[in-house]
């Protein structure tokens, strides 16, 4: 089975092939994220709920490669500032449940400080 570590190596390794680590600043890893994430967006940018289902089926992998983009840097900027990426999205779970508790926003899409 494939896990988180095995994908950051493979990252890691692609980027050291290349040396592209001397690019990679915190600053522009996570620039190229959010460029990334508004790639995404871009996909979704005026269309309707159906257009976009219809838009999925047809070219999922243009959706799944723009999400991937994102990921991919996003891990690659945790894994340089030294955040494991997997205990800090469990660690964020956790103060998410805290601040949502299920009986208060169940069926509400309400900020929990206006809970
Ligand atoms: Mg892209």
């Not at 996570?30 to 995404?40: Q, R, S, T, V, Y």
Request: aromatic content about 10%; hydrophobic content about 40%.
């Amino acid at each position: 089975m494939k896990t988180y570590q095995d994908l950051l190596k493979k990252l890691i390794i692609f980027r050291q092939e290349r040396q592209w680590e001397e690019f990679h600043k915190p600053k522009d890893l996570a620039m190229a994220a959010a460029i990334e994430a508004a790639e995404l967006m871009q996909e979704f940018l005026w269309k309707t709920d159906d257009e976009i289902l219809v838009q999925v089926s047809k070219d999922k992998e243009r959706f799944a490669d723009e999400i991937a983009d994102t990921v991919v840097y996003l891990m690659l900027l945790a894994n340089d500032l030294g955040i494991d990426m997997y205990a800090s999205i469990e660690k964020k779970m956790k103060k998410n449940a805290e601040r949502y508790p299920v009986d208060k926003c169940r069926g509400k899409s309400t900020k929990y400080t206006n809970l």
